[in-house]
């Protein structure tokens, strides 16, 4: 994609989070203040864009997965059990590499899991997804051995609190990610094929597309997402909580691709969208609890929020509004769709 | 002997095998004790599941139903905290809120045309923030009509106590099977499940009947939230997160096909029991960890959605 296409792409995204930023810096002017102190940038972005890691580095993976019409459910339960195997290696003196192996290794093999099931035996992704997610904490419970397995190893908890030339290392993690799965969809037919199976998946597989490898690619690709996801959550809290780590982080993950108006039906994806999608609510969170709202306010904004951008993502109710141009080309191929999947 | 029925033959068969299989290890898990207390410890489980059942046979599903189980405790707390009102108009306001607001969802879903998932979820967002501004904390309830509520039992011979809040679990899936199995609505349910497109050409009102099974759902997750209300004497809205997901669980394991159009209400009771009978188990054995509960309830899971694949497949080449 060009330069201006791109643009034009995620105009509705970079529009919603500057007006959420505008409207947090006017209960809270300090909050473009950004400065450098013991070798590292302070200031609120900072804290968003670091904060919001878990979830930006889900929705990268959750992206693809919805871009073949699936849904991963299980990436919170697959980073509770990710951050409790690396743990568990630091406590049992396997040292840093071999607990990033590990942990990353867990994550392919969850997504493994999930996709064998999505791809071979036809089960829908928000079935086969559940399974994990109803067991995935008890399997994080048993590494953990139920307790909150804490370690003490500077290495890998600078991959939480570190920074790297000022920046935070948890941002740099899913900018890094962002950029190399971008990358290989957009400078690959990959992005095009996996669109090409979210959207008909039959004709797809007819026309000479392996899509039951590409599926396991994609469901492959979440895990390994949901894994770096989980080790960074670890390593901030300097402790695996099997319980408690990644919680319901798959449903903002799925709210973060949806802000970036990925269709839930397939078919054509922007990580770059999702990305801003999951700033946009890293920044909600972070300027609720600043504007000195009480956080219990947090969910019924949440809530609202994805209210108003469904009314206005919806595939009814766009082409009789004619929104905007720019929503309504991009939705103008996809229509029809909604009524066949609306089961 | 239908294939359709199948896996609700299977999932009895289950049932009674994990039974067996406890009954062997504990002779006392056959107690009218033991039983009483499964049927008490579920009930709230099992009503949500009812609603969830309907929901899932017309092909849809509703992660709301967690969060409003906890709303529901908050609100009845609350009220009765500030105002003298009796628990029953107390009750009969909550359920007016909670199937309204099922209303709501499903009228989104079927105006906006949007996935019931995505619809639902902000659903499980808003009652769950609504909770949050109610109350932060946990609020007691200490109304005298509950403790009659509380102590409220059939005496089974083997001095099981057949609480209250089982009974009306029983009389929740009773009720939904006769409006599943014997009424119009369920008929409009099952083709919904089947097919939308389909449906609507063979004359199903598709708004009306999608409103009503939302509603439905919204006035059991009310009645259960009445339930554990009256279960924990209490309102917290940080209780009974993730309920939907095991509500799902117990569906499915009821015999119930995720993708709609089919399934029975028994199987769902089962399914309930199924999971209670786990947790029992557990329990009863002492060593055991709690999360094998998560486990097992997982690879029941799969069997289950393996096995409704299978009889799928088996349906086709007949």
Redesign the interface.
């Known amino acids: 994609m060009t330069g201006a296409r791109v643009l034009r792409r995620v105009a509705p995204q970079l529009l919603t989070l500057g007006a959420v930023i505008l409207l947090v810096s006017v209960y809270f002017p300090d909050f473009y203040q950004i400065v450098y102190a013991n070798d590292r940038l302070v200031g609120i972005p900072i804290d968003v864009v670091k904060r919001g890691a878990p979830v930006a580095l889900l929705a990268i993976g959750m992206t693809l997965v919805i871009a073949t019409r699936g849904?991963d459910l299980s990436v919170g339960a697959v980073m509770a059990i990710c951050g409790a195997t690396a743990a568990w290696s630091i406590d049992q003196g396997f040292g840093l590499w071999a607990a990033l192996g590990l942990a990353g290794a867990a994550g392919l093999v969850c997504g493994l899991w999930n996709g064998i099931l999505v791809a071979f035996?036809?089960?829908?992704p928000?079935?086969?997804t559940?399974?994990?997610?109803?067991?995935?904490?008890?399997?994080a419970?048993?590494i953990t051995g139920?307790t909150i397995l804490t370690f003490d190893n500077e290495a890998f908890a600078f991959l939480g609190s570190g920074a790297v030339f000022g920046v935070p290392v948890p941002t740099l993690a899913w900018i890094l990610t962002g950029i190399l799965f971008g990358l290989l969809v957009r400078r690959t037919a990959l992005g095009l094929l996996i669109e090409s199976i979210g959207i008909n998946l039959r004709a797809s597989t007819l026309t000479g597309i392996n899509s039951r490898v590409l599926l396991l690619a994609v469901y492959m690709g979440s895990g390994f997402c949901a894994a770096l996801a989980g080790i960074i959550a670890t390593a901030d809290i300097r402790g695996a909580d099997?319980n408690n780590a990644g919680l319901w982080l798959e449903?903002d993950a799925?709210?973060a691709v949806?802000i970036g108006g990925n269709s839930?039906?397939g078919g054509r994806f922007s990580i770059l969208a999702s990305l801003l999608g999951a700033m946009i609510i890293q920044t909600i969170n972070t300027g609720i609890l600043l504007a000195g709202f009480?956080p219990?306010?947090?969910?019924?904004?949440?809530?609202?929020l994805?209210?108003i951008i469904?009314?206005l993502?919806?595939?009814?109710?766009l082409p009789r509004l004619g929104f905007i141009r720019l929503r309504r080309e991009r939705d103008e191929k996809p229509s029809g769709t909604?009524?066949?999947a609306?089961? | 002997m239908t294939i359709r029925a199948l896996p609700l033959y299977a999932t009895i068969a289950i049932f009674l095998l994990a039974y067996l299989i406890c009954y062997i290890q504990f002779p006392a898990m056959l107690s009218t004790r033991v039983i009483g207390n499964l049927l008490t410890d579920n009930a709230y489980l099992g009503i949500v599941a009812v609603g969830m059942t309907v929901v899932i046979i017309s092909?849809g599903?509703d992660l709301s139903v967690g969060s409003v189980i906890a709303f529901s405790g908050v609100f009845i707390a609350v009220i009765l905290r500030e105002t003298a009102l009796h628990p029953l108009v107390v009750f009969a306001l909550l359920l007016a809120v909670t199937t309204v607001f099922g209303a709501a969802m499903g009228g989104?879903i079927h105006?906006?045309?949007?996935?019931p998932?995505?619809?639902t979820?902000?659903?499980?967002?808003?009652a769950?923030?609504?909770g949050?501004?109610l109350s932060?904390d946990s609020v007691p309830i200490d109304a005298a009509f509950y403790d009659t509520m509380q102590d409220a039992y059939y005496l089974m011979p083997g001095k099981g106590r057949l609480t209250l809040l089982g009974l009306i679990m029983l009389a929740s899936v009773a009720a939904g099977m006769i409006m599943l199995h014997r009424t119009r609505f369920g008929t409009n349910v099952y083709a919904l499940?089947g097919?939308?497109?389909t449906a609507r050409l063979m004359g199903v009102p598709v708004g009306r009947t999608t409103v009503a099974i939302y509603a439905f759902s919204g006035f059991m997750a009310g009645l259960s939230g009445i339930v554990f209300s009256v279960y924990t004497s209490a309102g917290y809205?940080l209780a009974t997160v993730g309920v939907e997901?095991n509500a799902?669980?117990a569906v499915?394991i009821g015999g119930t096909l995720?993708?709609?159009g089919s399934g029975y209400m028994f199987g769902t009771l089962i399914g309930v029991l199924t999971m209670g009978l786990i947790q029992t188990y557990i329990v009863f054995d002492g060593s055991l960890?709690?999360?094998?509960?998560?486990?097992v309830?997982?690879?029941l899971?799969?069997m289950f959605?393996?096995l409704q694949?299978g009889l799928l497949r088996l349906r086709v080449s007949a």
């Open positions: 849904i035996f036809g089960i829908q928000i079935v086969a559940l399974i994990l997610m109803v067991a995935g904490r008890g399997v419970q048993l139920g099997a449903l799925i709210l949806v839930l039906l009480p219990e306010f947090n969910l019924v904004i949440k809530a609202v994805v209210i469904l009314v993502q919806s595939p009814r109710l909604p009524v066949e609306g089961k | 092909g599903i989104m105006v906006l045309a949007m996935p998932f995505i619809v979820l902000a659903g499980m967002f808003l769950r923030g609504a949050y501004m932060i499940g097919g939308e497109a809205p997901l799902i669980a499915v995720l993708t709609g960890s709690s999360w094998w509960t998560k486990i309830i997982g690879a899971l799969l959605i393996l694949k």
